[in-house]
């Protein structure tokens, strides 16, 4: 029982941050655009999430005739789901984590991994061209960036000795890892864009060419979880970023004053989530080929090239007995 109250602790803040954090990109967006983005829901359009998310479920849910029926409906859940068991992983503060395993990273970057499962059944059970075609691009782009997120973080490992989050997370109380490891936050920032289908790297669902990519026959419901998935994982990337980088809930003194732990993960997240918001609105979209050879080209070898110089370091300066 007091598993499940702890779980429906996590997903509630989770789902209202969803829908809030949607808002708050069509905002900011529009704002950068100069014009005034949602304003009639409720106050200045604060009610605009749960109009959105009421007429999604009230919209008829369209089968395709020539779909699997079991593996198209399927695919949102899983998608969904897989967004959501990342929490388990992830402290919000010193000891406040749903499951405190000492292999938090490695776990994940499993689940991480297996969101490709279900953007690879929507786009096969659709029988759909143009959702076939965004599924293949969403798989190779996200086991494309996996390769070079997966070396960055394992020279975040040699310099904290842990897989551990917490541990990660405490062993930046002298110096965040933002700081010496610059240019790694920057490669990693960016192949979290990739690895989340977010602009300038959102070629599964370019409008241009595929209508709406692997999503294209959804509606309704189904659409509604896809979308849902996508906005946390946002935010999973993000609180990962702080995690990793920004010592997470750690909190230097600022004006004189230290702020509450849960606080400054927020704010700290909201940064990030800020930053998504803002290459989106600021980037054009890249061309495919383009892509594929910033990924395989340049962040692969930097991202080897401080695995060995962090590696060769850590057994130069070790002390041996």
């Given at each position: 029982m007091i598993t499940l109250l702890q779980g429906i602790g996590v997903l509630l803040p989770l789902l209202v941050s969803v829908a809030y954090l949607t808002l708050a990109?069509?905002?900011?967006?529009?704002?950068?655009?100069?014009?005034?983005?949602?304003?009639?829901?409720?106050?200045?359009?604060?009610?605009?999430?749960?109009?959105?998310?009421?007429?999604?479920?009230?919209?008829?849910?369209?089968?395709p005739s020539s779909a699997n029926s079991v593996i198209f409906l399927f695919a949102p859940v899983v998608t969904f789901t897989l967004a959501l068991v990342f929490w388990a992983a992830l402290p919000f503060v010193d000891g406040a984590v749903f499951?405190?395993?000492?292999?938090?990273?490695?776990y994940v970057f499993a689940i991480s991994s297996l969101g490709v499962?279900?953007?690879?059944?929507?786009?096969?059970?659709?029988?759909?061209?143009?959702?076939?075609?965004?599924?293949?691009?969403?798989?190779?782009q996200i086991v494309s960036y996996e390769v070079s997120l997966g070396l960055i973080v394992i020279s975040i490992l040699l310099l904290s000795g842990s897989l551990n989050l917490s541990v990660i997370v405490l062993s930046q109380k002298e110096q965040w890892y933002a700081e010496p490891l610059f240019p790694l936050l920057l490669l990693?920032?960016?192949s979290c864009l990739?690895?989340?289908?977010?602009?300038?790297?959102?070629?599964?669902?370019?409008?241009?060419?595929?209508?709406?990519?692997?999503?294209?026959?959804?509606?309704?419901?189904?659409?509604?979880?896809?979308?849902?998935g996508e906005y946390s994982s946002m935010i999973v990337i993000s609180v990962l970023c702080?995690?990793?980088?920004?010592?997470?809930?750690?909190?230097?003194?600022?004006?004189?004053?230290?702020?509450?732990?849960?606080?400054m993960l927020g704010m700290k997240t909201l940064f990030f989530l800020f930053l998504?918001?803002?290459?989106?609105?600021?980037?054009?979209?890249?061309r495919y080929d383009q892509l594929m050879r910033l990924g395989w080209?340049?962040?692969?070898?930097?991202?080897?090239?401080?695995?060995?110089?962090?590696?060769?370091?850590?057994?130069?300066f070790t002390v041996l007995p």
């Open positions: 990109e069509r905002k900011t967006i529009a704002a950068i655009q100069r014009r005034k983005g949602p304003n009639v829901v409720g106050i200045v359009g604060l009610f605009q999430p749960f109009a959105d998310g009421l007429k999604l479920t009230l919209k008829e849910q369209i089968l499951c405190d395993i000492h292999l938090g990273t490695l499962y279900g953007v690879i059944m929507a786009g096969w059970s659709s029988n759909s061209k143009y959702a076939f075609l965004g599924a293949l691009r969403s798989t190779a990693f920032f960016v990739a690895e989340t289908n977010r602009a300038p790297f959102d070629l599964p669902e370019a409008e241009a060419e595929l209508v709406a990519g692997y999503n294209v026959e959804y509606s309704s419901i189904g659409f509604a979880l896809f979308f849902l702080v995690l990793l980088f920004l010592g997470g809930w750690l909190s230097p003194f600022l004006i004189g004053l230290k702020l509450s732990s849960a606080c998504y918001v803002w290459v989106r609105a600021s980037f054009p979209r890249y080209k340049v962040f692969l070898p930097l991202s080897l090239a401080f695995v060995l110089f962090f590696s060769g370091n850590c057994l130069s």
